[in-house]
């Protein structure tokens, strides 16, 4: 689009009506965005730009969440994990329970399970097929307590530090006795997604990134923000308040219980 401009040309109601208007998503526009200021930055960096960076007055406007991020009740979540086959339901668990990302839990080897300590050791991550030795971010690797489900991880270990501790089930194809799924895609549209539209809770946008949300509210209410940030491997706070989905009965329970301290317990009128 700009390729042909010099520095000095690059306006900021070019850039503008340029970003205003093309069809992509807010996080596609914000990189953009990005990617021409950095060009800036680094003009100013190396001595070919005097003036202030032009794109820091370009705006991508608000943020408009394009699927639901709804909040499962804890009858909701239960009547889920009694669905779920137990492969199935220990990937949603240590989500649920842990903070991990789904490719953090598939990335999972044998020797990242302490049962001496009771921690899981995030050290890397994995996503459909592929291996990476490094997590998501340097803030991503850490130690994060499995809690009861200690007992449940021990009985899935087969004495092979090198293996992978998650490979679903599934049905055998090219007459193989039995095969595997490693794929959170596949993992999600033929056993969890199902499961959640059966019990009536589907919603687009479900999937075990709502798991990981569903941890971070709790974490968040339990430790505080911070500590929950820790857990959770966010870079910064403001990542892991923007992960907490809002806790209506949590909510509700507050407002009571502060109109209870001022009105009394029959929520009279203050005369």
């Not at 990189?31 to 001595?47: E, H, M, P």
């Not at 909701?76 to 220990?90: G, H, N, P, Q, Y």
Request: charged share 25%.
């Amino acid at each position: 689009t700009f390729e042909k401009l010099m520095l000095c040309e690059l306006q900021p109601l070019l850039v503008q009506r340029w970003l205003d208007s093309i069809k992509l998503s807010w996080a596609t526009k914000t990189d953009l965005r990005n990617i021409l200021s950095g060009a800036f930055t680094k003009a100013i960096d190396w001595g070919v730009w005097k003036d202030a960076n032009p794109i820091e007055r370009v705006h991508v406007g608000p943020k408009i969440a394009v699927r639901e991020q709804r909040k499962l009740t804890d009858e909701e979540m239960r009547r889920l994990l009694a669905a779920l086959s137990e492969d199935v339901r220990m990937i949603v668990c240590v989500g649920l329970f842990c903070t991990l990302r789904i490719s953090e839990i598939l990335a999972i080897q044998e020797k990242h399970l302490d049962f001496t300590n009771g921690l899981i050791l995030v050290r890397q991550s994995y996503c459909r097929g592929s291996l990476a030795p490094t997590t998501k971010t340097p803030r991503s690797r850490r130690d994060v307590p499995m809690g009861f489900l200690e007992d449940d991880l021990k009985r899935m270990m087969m004495g092979d530090p090198e293996r992978f501790v998650f490979q679903i089930k599934t049905r055998p194809m090219w007459g193989r006795e039995t095969a595997i799924c490693r794929d959170d895609r596949a993992i999600r549209k033929q056993f969890l997604s199902p499961a959640a539209k059966a019990l009536g809770i589907y919603w687009k946008g479900f999937g075990f990134h709502s798991f990981r949300r569903e941890a971070v509210t709790a974490m968040s209410a339990e430790l505080g923000v911070s500590q929950a940030m820790r857990m959770a491997g966010h870079s910064t706070a403001s990542m892991s308040l923007h992960y907490t989905l809002a806790d209506v009965q949590k909510q509700d329970a507050a407002v009571r219980s502060r109109q209870e301290a001022i009105l009394g317990k029959t929520g009279a009128k203050v005369q």
